[in-house]
């Protein structure tokens, strides 16, 4: 049976140029990555794999790019200012610092917006069991919990000797705040009728508590995020609807159900009527961890906003002229965590035979053609051949501007074959001494490893029909 450690996909990623550790040449900076040419280009298309269904299939979402900065007042009228914050405790002795809700969910105990008053009382009985321990040097001298804000600040428009309180900004926790802010210019400019949403992609930043989870959780991502606004009436059936949505978009792209699960909150913030988040079974962080969620937030975050702005964010029906304040219902996802979640799905080890009758190991990632980085490579069969490549970079050249294209001429192609197979290209084409004479080409597929012959000239239907991104 095969062990998966989140160590061996970190470095898998970085051999291969999907993700660094940023600022590596300074030391680093703890849980912050950054994103190499085969990551951008797999962040990117999943991504567009969400836009697409969430804005580009349906005629009742709108899209919006908002600022990362907003008046700070609108934080304060979310509630983040005042408790957006997990318990946290230390190490003592190795100055490791842990989540304690996390901790306590290691011993089978929910302490999901707890207070922190609960939490110090269930880390006491595990102290007095001996069972409170460090996760990295397994000491028992671990401080009580505190409280660990995940507001990032910053100063804009200070001169640098006043960088003081009263300019303080906030770099956004979320990315909805902006789309609260902007659904009265949306509703204004572009007239949506109810039900109606509004997407967004873009960065947020919390100062988590760190744990070794790789892009799981980072101080910097982004987020992908569509806020519903409805009347409350049509919250129970419209929750239902999204849920279902967002679970087939997993299974569209190739994840299997069973790795798939619900996770219900019970707990929920006192304006909330529903809290669902989908979770995922991680073979490298040893189970199901969230990967997004789905939450029915009442009137509470434009109530708040109008209140604090005393803006009316009423929405008025046309034709019944009956006012309301809509009830939201959003969906959240952290690309870096869709990312992940991709990754570990796809990431597989096979045992094979090649051409020497050797057996060896071939890292595949299995990725879903649409997702894949690169859709073609185009291999000339010798490097040395002029007139071989010069064929392959025609090839080449004609696949291009339809489909991701790679050209390879390094190695022999059992080794690009392996090349490719690592950074998931579903086809890769080989141009041959048959080329050359009757225009065919061998494409080889990625997971079968079986080989066809094809007139060149078909390449690009073939491949259309194949392959949707
Ligand atoms: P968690 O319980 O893991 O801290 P959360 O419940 O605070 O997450 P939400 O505020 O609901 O998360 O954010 C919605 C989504 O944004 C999450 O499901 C996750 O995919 C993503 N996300 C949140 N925080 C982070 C982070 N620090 N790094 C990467 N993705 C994140």
């Not at 979320?174 to 400019?189: D, Q, S, V």
């Not at 279902?244 to 569209?252: A, P």
């Not at 690592?422 to 890769?428: A, D, K, L, Q, S």
Request: charged fraction near 25%; aromatic fraction near 12%; include cysteine.
């Amino acid at each position: 049976m095969t062990q998966y450690s989140m160590d061996q996909l970190t470095a898998f990623c970085k051999r291969k140029g999907f993700v660094f550790p940023s600022s590596e040449i300074y030391g680093g900076l703890q849980a912050i990555y950054d994103y190499g040419h085969y990551g951008v280009l797999l962040k990117n298309n999943i991504r567009d794999a969400w836009w697409k269904h969430m804005v580009q299939l349906r005629d009742d979402v709108l899209a919006l790019d908002s600022a990362i900065f907003m008046h700070p007042q609108t934080w304060v009228a979310s509630g983040h200012v005042a408790s957006f914050d997990d318990p946290q405790v230390d190490c003592r002795d190795c100055k490791n610092r842990m989540r304690a809700d996390h901790v306590l969910e290691g011993h089978g105990i929910s302490a999901d917006k707890a207070s922190l008053e609960f939490v110090n009382q269930e880390l006491d009985k595990l102290r007095a069991e001996t069972k409170l321990r460090c996760s990295a040097c397994g000491s028992q001298n671990i401080t009580p919990a505190r409280r660990f804000s995940l507001m990032v600040k910053s100063n804009i428009g200070s001169p640098t000797e006043a960088l003081c309180e009263e300019n303080v900004v906030y770099l956004r926790p979320e990315t909805c705040g902006g789309i609260y802010l902007e659904y009265k210019n949306t509703l204004n400019t572009l007239n949506p009728k109810l039900p109606f949403g509004i997407a967004q992609v873009g960065k947020a930043f919390r100062n988590e508590i760190v744990a070794k989870q790789f892009i799981f959780r980072t101080r910097e991502f982004e987020q992908m995020e569509m806020q519903y606004f409805l009347r409350p009436q049509e919250m129970a059936a419209t929750y239902e609807m999204w849920k279902e949505i967002r679970w087939q978009w997993y299974l569209q792209f190739g994840i299997q159900p069973e790795r798939l699960r619900w996770y219900k909150h019970e707990k929920l913030a006192h304006y909330a009527s529903a809290a669902y988040d989908v979770e995922y079974d991680f073979k490298f962080l040893g189970g199901f961890k969230e990967i997004e969620g789905i939450h029915a937030r009442g009137d509470w975050d434009l109530s708040q906003h109008g209140k604090h702005s005393g803006v009316d964010l009423s929405y008025q029906d046309p034709q019944s002229k009956e006012k309301l304040v809509p009830h939201i219902m959003e969906t959240s996802v952290g690309l870096g965590r869709l990312f992940l979640m991709f990754l570990d799905h796809a990431y597989t080890e096979e045992t094979i035979t090649n051409a020497k009758g050797e057996s060896e190991t071939r890292i595949v990632l299995k990725l879903h053609r649409d997702l894949a980085p690169v859709k073609v490579a185009v291999f000339p069969l010798l490097k040395n051949k002029p007139a071989l490549v010069e064929k392959a970079r025609a090839i080449y050249s004609a696949l291009r501007p339809y489909f991701a294209c790679e050209f390879d001429d390094n190695g022999n192609v059992g080794k690009r074959y392996r090349r490719q197979d690592e950074i998931g290209t579903p086809y890769c084409v080989t141009i041959d001494f048959d080329t050359l004479t009757d225009d065919t080409v061998t494409i080889r597929d990625r997971d079968t490893m079986a080989q066809v012959r094809m007139k060149a000239a078909e390449l690009r239907g073939y491949f259309r029909g194949q392959i949707e991104n």
